[in-house]
């Protein structure tokens, strides 16, 4: 097993209805790269870098359409091992902030969904699994291998700058 954290830095996450399109440069992907690899979600943390009160609905939800050529992750944002003795993975993970055809949010009635919500005015939400309390993405694929953090305005979030990390496990 290889933890891994998944960063973004100063970005701004635009609010995107629940169900749309969201928008490249304004949310954290993660894909799962073969059909039957598990990747387990272990921490998501944003901390609010606005200037002035702004609520964002955050959420960590499965992907109803995955993205397609996904783009590879430029400065400032990175995907590093925690472990710097770790070893290169066999089915790598795709970690993003932008694609060709970027990711659709799910709104699929019974799929997991963190909430995440706070003001990104200086907030701050780490959301830590207890163990065996993780989230496990399986595959590559809509609603199970392929997850996104954004700002739902489904759910009254307002555009704002936030840095965030997820921390995750593969095999």
Not at 29 to 43: H, K, P, R
Request: charged residues 5%.
């Amino acid at each position: 097993m290889a933890k891994r954290t998944f960063m973004t830095q100063g970005q701004t996450f635009s609010a995107t209805a629940a169900g749309a399109t969201v928008p490249n440069s304004t949310f954290m992907g993660i894909q799962g790269s073969a059909a039957t690899q598990i990747v387990d979600i272990l921490e998501v943390l944003i901390s609010g870098m606005a200037t002035a009160s702004t609520v964002a609905s955050m959420e960590f939800a499965p992907v109803s359409t995955v993205p397609t050529t996904i783009t590879a992750l430029a400065a400032p944002h990175h995907d590093y091992g925690n472990n710097q003795y770790i070893s290169a993975l066999s089915a790598v993970v795709s970690t993003y902030t932008a694609a060709t055809n970027p990711p659709t949010s799910s709104t699929v009635v019974g799929a997991l969904a963190l909430n995440l919500g706070l003001n990104l005015f200086g907030g701050i939400i780490r959301w830590n699994a207890a163990p065996t309390q993780q989230v496990t993405m399986i595959g590559a694929g809509a609603n199970t291998g392929s997850f996104l953090l954004y700002n739902c305005s489904t759910g009254g979030g307002a555009s704002g700058l936030a840095n965030a990390h997820i921390i995750y496990e593969t095999t």
